[in-house]
T-cell receptor
Framework: EAGVTQSPTHLIKTRGQQATLRCSPISGHTSVYWYQQALGLGLQFLLWYDEGEERNRGNFPPRFSGRQFPNYSSELNVNALELEDSALYLC???????????FGQGTRLTVV | DAKTTQPPSMDCAEGRAANLPCNHS???????VYWYRQIHSQGPQYIIH???NNETNEMASLIITEDRKSSTLILPHATLRDTAVYYCIVRYSGGYQKVTFGIGTKLQVIP
């Protein structure tokens, strides 16, 4: 069974540009979570999508946004990139609220 | 606003049991204790979870105190591949949306 897949693995952008990160959840999973992990820090909750709807977001500015498609895959968009947006962005999926989440391998975003 | 406290680092000799503690003194009745680990900045890997009772699976055992204010993850025979950052989190049955993973415990398994 395929796990959570994220693309691209690495992404280099210039300050002010936009970045789009993609996540495909495990088949059958309807919930997708996005986390940001800055170097040396813990994972910070970004967004939660379930059944195509944004259910909750963490303490991040509106330039962090996303969506979930009918096939439950998800995109994370980061507009007006800043240097401090450089981090590992992790996506996780779960089948419903009460189960464990499975993480992808992440997208390493570097803003220069 | 992390709800758990873990030591920042621990060492364990290869082949020995690794006991990783976690304090969650403000845990509420409907919150579960979950453990994940992260190797070399890869995606975190689920290990085990529990509510009240001790749990065991093929990877580890989870011991939760009777008052549920602390727990211990036990890796019975640590190997070099168990070197990782281990995260203890608490989450209620409503999902992961309010969960923040702290800095965890960096476990170094020594040959």
């Amino acid at each position: 069974e395929a796990g959570v897949t994220q693309s691209p693995t690495h992404l280099i952008k210039t300050r002010g540009q936009q970045a789009t990160l993609r996540c495909s959840p495990i088949s059958g999973h309807t919930s997708v979570y996005w986390y940001q992990q800055a170097l040396g820090l813990g994972l910070q909750f970004l967004l939660w999508y379930d059944e195509g709807e944004e259910r909750n977001r963490g303490n991040f500015p509106p330039r962090f946004s996303g969506r979930q498609f009918p096939n439950y895959s998800s995109e994370l968009n980061v507009n007006a990139l800043e240097l401090e947006d450089s981090a590992l962005y992790l996506c996780a999926s779960s089948s419903y609220m009460n189960t464990e989440a499975f993480f992808g391998q992440g997208t390493r975003l570097t803003v220069v | 606003d992390a709800k758990t406290t873990q030591p920042p680092s621990m060492d364990c000799a290869e082949g020995r049991a690794a006991n990783l503690p976690c304090n969650h003194s403000t845990i509420s009745g409907n919150e579960y204790v979950y453990w994940y680990r992260q190797i070399h900045s890869q995606g975190p890997q689920y290990i085990i979870h529990g509510l009240k009772n001790n749990e065991t699976n093929e990877m580890a055992s989870l011991i939760i105190t009777e008052d549920r204010k602390s727990s211990t993850l036990i890796l019975p025979h640590a190997t070099l591949r168990d070197t990782a950052v281990y995260y203890c989190i608490v989450r209620y049955s409503g999902g992961y949306q309010k969960v923040t993973f702290g800095i965890g415990t960096k476990l170094q398994v020594i040959p």
